[in-house]
Each structure stands twice: as C-alpha cells, then as structure tokens.
C-alpha cells in the first residue's frame, strides 16, 4: 500500500507549474489507484468500476478499497483523520453499508455478482511538507458535507521520509549526430 502512495506522489512530484492546478491531486489520486490495483492483482483483487466510484475489490472476500487524499490528521495514531476533499453520494453509500453489513452480518443474503455488499476501506494519503503519511481504514461516519468523521479501524502505515535535498541529474554525455537531409531529385 505504501508503494501505491509512493507511486501516487512520484506522479504529482514530475509534473510542472504549467499543468492545471487541479491536475496535481487528480495525478496523485489517479496513480495511486492504478499501483495499488497492480500490485493486489496478484493477489484476487480486480479493477471495479461503480459510476466512477474508483474501487479494488475482492469479490470472494467481499472488501473494497478506494482511494483518497487525506487531512493532517492522516497517518498519526492519536489524530481522528478526516477526507481532503468532500465525498459524494458512492462514499455515503459506501459507508452506511458497512455499518449495515455489521449490523446484519448473519442475516444478509449471498452477494449477487452485480451489487456485491463489499465492506468499504479507504486508502487515506497525506503529502506533509517532509513526509507521506498513509493509513488503511474503515469509515463508519459521514458528514453532511462529505467529511469522514468516524472510523471503525484505522490501520496506520508507516510514514515515507521525503528528502529534501536536491537531486542532481544530470543527461548522459551522447556524441553529436549530424542527420544530413536533402531533397529528392
């Protein structure tokens, strides 16, 4: 899961100023998605596509994974973290069927291949100014504003150091190439 971060913020970090503003965290977002899809194939989880409710489910396991920036709460153990961005109705729906699923374990039907009742875990990343910070957790309320505001279990991972010392890179010393070019007689 840290990789998929890493990738996610490896993404943000190539782009320049001249890419939209918005682009950034879309990047991040969008990476972070993809690594972690690629890394979980392997393992049972597929690509799940719910009205662009972005999600890496494990359909015999019945568990979903998204993906969302995070606050500054995001990553440390005696913060109660909350979502970046406000969340729509595919997060609200997602969280009021954990809850339900808790309530109602024994009692619900077999999932049909359609509307699987997967229990919902976020993928909550923070960019701090010398570190990411990351955790795996299972929401249990939503605002009114599209703010995650309670969490059944939260399962902290470990911070990625960001070094800030400046990279040198240099292009690799190439000959010249002189490509003549005339016109056809």
């Known amino acids: 899961m840290c990789n998929a971060v890493t990738q996610g913020y490896l993404a943000r970090a190539r782009l320049t100023q001249n890419h939209p503003r918005i682009f950034h965290g879309y990047a991040a977002w969008a990476e972070t998605v993809a690594s972690l ?3 979980l194939r392997p393992h049972g989880w597929e690509k799940f ?6 999600l890496t489910v494990h359909a015999e396991r019945e568990l979903a994974i998204t993906a969302a920036t995070g606050d500054e709460g995001t990553g440390l153990a005696d913060a109660t973290p909350s979502n970046k961005c406000p969340k729509g109705s595919n997060t609200i729906e ?21 509307k699987a009742p997967f229990t919902t875990w976020i993928l909550l990343y923070h960019f701090a100014q010398d570190e990411i910070r990351s955790e795996l957790s299972l929401p249990s309320y939503i605002d009114a504003h599209g703010k995650i505001r ?36």
């Open 94 to 114: 997602a969280i009021n069927l954990n809850n339900q699923i808790d309530l109602f374990q024994d009692l619900m039907p077999l999932p049909s291949t359609e």
């Open 150 to 185: 309670g969490w059944k279990e939260r399962i902290i991972l470990r911070s990625i150091p960001l070094d800030a010392r400046p990279v040198d890179v240099r292009p690799p010393k190439l000959p010249d190439i002189n490509i003549e070019i005339r016109r056809r007689a």
């Open 37 to 39: 899809r690629d890394q």
């Open 49 to 54: 596509d719910k009205g662009n409710y972005e």
